[in-house]
């Protein structure tokens, strides 16, 4: 009975939200971007691109939810070292609970999308970052203000919220690398590209600024040049397609600056970089640091021969020790490697810079 209770107890405080108390150390996380992040937006959308089927989630403690690994993504775990439910995805969410409850944090991302409005559109609808910006906008004055005597106490409660980006990687996966569907490599070159994405980027950050977010982490574009959808479709020599890695750098590099730009004319603004690349892509070339063994193929059974989706209901067939490799299907990572990720960002100093996120929080 007390195991069915508790077990009643996390789902509520999961899903719905309840406050935790004042151990916290900031009122709430909100959550934007792509599959790397999603925690079920996808569901409820008309999309191909969807996680909400074993062997997905056959580590986590309510199963299939929509999260593309096996167990908790990277913010799953930001949300547990702040003390903090996992933020519940924006679309699952009923409008009257919104304006009910304590809001602890909401999560947009939505799998297949990215920074421009097209890419992962023939998968089916998924929201842009430009649309999930337009959700929270929503869920602000709508919802959220509905909890607040004052302006300046809404206010409050977003300057010390915490806000989790990871968006980029479709723009490049599902578009401009996609030349069988889009031609966007025929008319930009990688700068130019890259500065196309951050330009619109940016616009959609300032946005995030003025409905009152303050604390905003952004992770960069990982080494997608050493996802098993890449190294087992391109021909390339060592161990990733480093021509596609070079793609994210330029990404990267256009984003470190524009980050510093946004925090020193935003007032009050701390735009924290994610810069992830290295770890990750470290973690690729030496596994025995990170405990991990594999880190060239998926850990489930996917269509394509190892790049691309789990293939439902094979969970029989998924490695034993998901634990021990990097990639969970032919483009996501493992439980694993996002909690190494997390860790990082949170007490260290080489990923969240210039400050890791237990630094960001402790400011007034």
Known sequence: MDKLIKTFLIMISTLHMIPVGNSAAAPALYVFGDSLFDSGNNNLLPTLARANFPPYGMNFERGATGRFTNGRTLVDFIAEFLGLPHSPPYLSIARTLLRSATLTGLNFA??????????????GKCLSFAEQIGLFERAVKQDISRHYKTAGELSKYLSKSVFVISIGSNDYINNYLDTRLYDTSKRYDPQSFARLLMDKFSQQLERLYHLGARKVIIFEIGPIGCIPSSTKQVKHKGQCVEEINHLADIFNNHLASTLKNLTSTLHGSAFILGH??????????NPSKYGLTDTSNACCVTWMNGTSACIPELGALACREPNKHYFWDGYHLTEAVYKTLATHCFNGSSVCIPKNIKELVSEV
């Open 110 to 123: 939505s799998s297949s999308c990215g920074i421009l409005p097209e890419t992962g559109s023939d998968l």
């Open 276 to 285: 992830a690349h290295w770890l990750g892509y470290d973690a690729v070339i």
